[in-house]
């Protein structure tokens, strides 16, 4: 049974929730058993457990974009939130805000990544459909 994905056939062996939870854990989107990252941002080129290939994803800076997005949130809303309770000085915000902006967002890159590679992957996008993508088999596009 097939049913329409962002204007893609998707059919339900690559469901897109499941493959994209996997992403984010860092695992295999196909069989979520083999690790998706050979170093901390490095997508593995295919999954040691099921042998899926992973080279030519194409993240690109979508993940970034999506951190500063979250992390924006998060922050400057309990950055008001403080604000509205407490008065602090300048110094005393820098040490709060500061260090909690770069460790959310060093701790949310990769997960972030993961997912996005899960979406491609379930979406079969860049090469995970088996096919070139057409941009690849016409340059002139």
Not at 97 to 104: D, E, K, R, V
Not at 114 to 121: E, K, N, P
Request: some cysteine; overall charge neutral; proline content about 4%.
């Amino acid at each position: 049974m097939e049913q329409q994905v962002f204007g893609r056939a998707a059919t339900n062996d690559r469901q897109l929730m499941r493959a994209m939870a996997r992403g984010f854990m860092g695992r295999c989107p196909h069989c979520g058993e083999g690790r998706l990252f050979g170093r901390f941002l490095k997508v593995a080129d295919r999954c040691d457990a099921c042998g899926e290939e992973y080279h030519h994803h194409r993240a690109d800076d979508l993940p970034a974009y999506l951190v500063i997005f979250i992390v924006g949130h998060i922050v400057v809303g309990a950055f008001m939130g403080v604000e509205r309770m407490v008065e602090l000085s300048t110094w005393q915000h820098l040490a709060i805000w500061t260090p909690l902006t770069l460790i959310s967002t060093i701790a949310l890159l990769q997960p972030v990544k993961g997912a996005v590679v899960g979406l491609q992957w379930a979406l079969r996008m860049h090469g995970f459909s088996g096919r070139p993508d057409a941009l690849e088999t016409h340059p002139e596009l």
